[in-house]
């Protein structure tokens, strides 16, 4: 099984995100500033090859998936809580 479709039996992810489409979003994530770097400079005033930059970018995407995890930790264990006997990936899709 992929990572993505363990994460959906596991009850981590729900029902309607797709896998595949979740690996493309943290592909684009972690690339785009390289792929468009006239963007990256615009919005920062950085270039993505600037050491600042590139530490500012591994804090937010850091925080951003520990903000996530935190978020699924809590849904998973109030829905837990609240509804024992429910399949987990309705827990996290309801």
Do not use: C
């Not at 920062?44 to 804090?59: C, I, Q």
Request: proline share 7%; charged share 20%.
């Amino acid at each position: 099984m992929e990572g993505g479709v363990l994460l959906k039996v596991a009850g981590l992810l729900p029902a309607e995100l797709d896998p595949g489409h979740l690996r493309l979003m943290g592909f684009a994530l972690i690339n785009y500033p390289r792929m468009l770097p006239q963007i990256t400079r615009m919005t920062t005033g950085m270039t993505p090859e600037d050491p600042r930059f590139a530490a500012r970018w591994e804090t937010l995407l850091r925080a951003v998936g520990s903000w996530l995890e935190e978020a699924v930790r809590r849904k998973g264990v109030t829905s837990a809580a609240s509804t024992a006997q429910a399949n987990p990936v309705e827990r996290l899709s309801g």
